[in-house]
């Protein structure tokens, strides 16, 4: 018996890094996966029974689509992107594009889902904040971070409002995680500082465990949240950031 044996699972951003390893690990668990991404070519090489398809986190007609196709009772809402700099160097357009998809991605996937899982009683929505959010400050993360706290607000507020319909809604905060986007990041630092090499140390460095997270880490909280093992919790950032929030 696995922990999600029973349940329609949709996961965003589940071409590589979290979103990847976190549908991997609910199909593991017995889940109906259904995993999405705007680039098909990443959705390859998924396990048996995960079911793959485009979908367009900022597109009202593609995310309809999708959910109606998934009908889910779990969301894991993972679509997201970080971008560098302090409030002097934020564009207006990074404003709003990191919005669009840090924040209204999610608005629009909820808004869709929610419908059905009021009717049928149920449902777990997990949404990506991070602990460079309203937990903690970051440099360089201005727009990112705002984001994220915008998320646990957000996630907050569906978790009250639908306490009372069998719905919970929590979001994951975690801290420096390894996958192709961190890769993407230590290759931009390294430029600014000098080598690949002092950026990846720079990264480490504020991680007190020494170490940065693993993908598999992450969605192993993820088929925490998705399952009746957490059924009491609801309306929690879940901090999973090797200590970094705590110094």
């Known amino acids: 018996m696995g922990r999600l044996d029973g349940k329609r699972a949709l996961v965003t951003a589940a071409g590589q890094g979290i979103g ?7 199909a593991a668990e ?5 995993a999405t991404d705007v680039n098909a070519d990443l959705l390859s090489g998924m396990p048996d029974g995960v079911e793959t398809f485009v979908l367009n986190a900022l597109d009202d007609a593609s995310v309809s689509e999708g959910v109606a196709r998934a009908q889910p009772d779990v969301l894991f809402n993972c679509a997201g992107f970080v971008h560098h700099g302090t409030v002097l160097d934020a564009t207006d357009d990074e404003w709003d594009f990191a919005f669009d998809l840090n924040v209204r991605s999610m608005l629009r996937t909820m808004r869709a889902a929610l419908p059905g899982m009021v009717e049928r009683g149920s449902g777990s929505i997990i949404n990506m904040s991070s602990a460079c959010s309203s937990v903690i400050g970051a440099p360089n993360r201005f727009i990112y971070g705002t984001t994220k706290a915008a998320v646990i607000g957000m996630t907050k507020s569906v978790a ?11 979001c994951i905060c975690p801290g420096t995680v390894e996958s192709p986007s961190w890769h993407d990041r230590v290759k931009a630092l390294g430029e600014e500082v000098g080598s690949y090499e002092e950026a990846l140390k720079q990264f480490v460095a504020r991680q007190p465990m020494g170490r940065v997270a693993t993908a598999d880490e992450i969605a192993a909280l993820v088929v925490y949240l998705g399952s009746d093992d957490s059924g009491f919790t609801t309306g929690h950032p879940h901090i999973i950031d090797g200590g970094w929030s705590g110094q």
């Open 160 to 170: 009250v409002d639908f306490v009372t319909k069998g719905i919970r809604c929590n």
């Open 20 to 26: 990847r390893a976190s549908a991997v690990a609910m």
């Open 30 to 34: 017995g889940a109906q996966v259904f």
